[in-house]
Nanobody, 123 residues
Framework: QVQLVESGGGWVQAGGSLRLSCAAS????????MGWFRQAPGKEREIVAV????????YYSDSVKGRFTISRDNAKNTAYLQMNSLKPEDTAVYYC????????????????WGQGTQVTVSS
């Protein structure tokens, strides 16, 4: 079992930055691919970014590419999402998740989820 806890969410003005953290306990994160997802009110949960267990391969959705950076520190058992140039449409609850699959964007293939952290971007 892996327990994931997100932190770092909050309120920010458009153009600002936030850094989300996802701390894991229970098992080492180094064996899991990590993903960040988000869900806005009335919308389905969507993929934001994925990072392979090695930290080498990364994926970003088109909506965040060039603005967000996913990273991980396996020694600290933590994954991160650096969010720059935030826009009001980035407002959502952000979730981190872990999967034993090699590298996937599919929500259903993630085994463990955090409780989510709210990000609100005002215009």
């Amino acid at each position: 079992q892996v327990q994931l806890v997100e932190s770092g969410g909050g309120w920010v003005q458009a153009g600002g930055s936030l850094r989300l953290s996802c701390a894991a306990s229970g098992r080492t994160l180094s064996t899991y691919t990590m993903g960040w997802f988000r869900q806005a009110p009335g919308k389905e949960r969507e993929i934001v970014a994925v990072i392979h267990r090695s930290g080498v391969s990364k994926y970003y959705s088109d909506s965040v590419k060039g603005r967000f950076t996913i990273s991980r520190d396996n020694a600290k058992n933590t994954a991160y999402l650096q969010m720059n140039s935030l826009k009001p449409e980035d407002t959502a609850v952000y979730y981190c998740a872990a999967t034993s699959a090699p590298f996937t964007r599919m929500t259903d293939e993630y085994d463990y989820w955090g409780q989510g952290t709210q990000v609100t971007v005002s215009s």
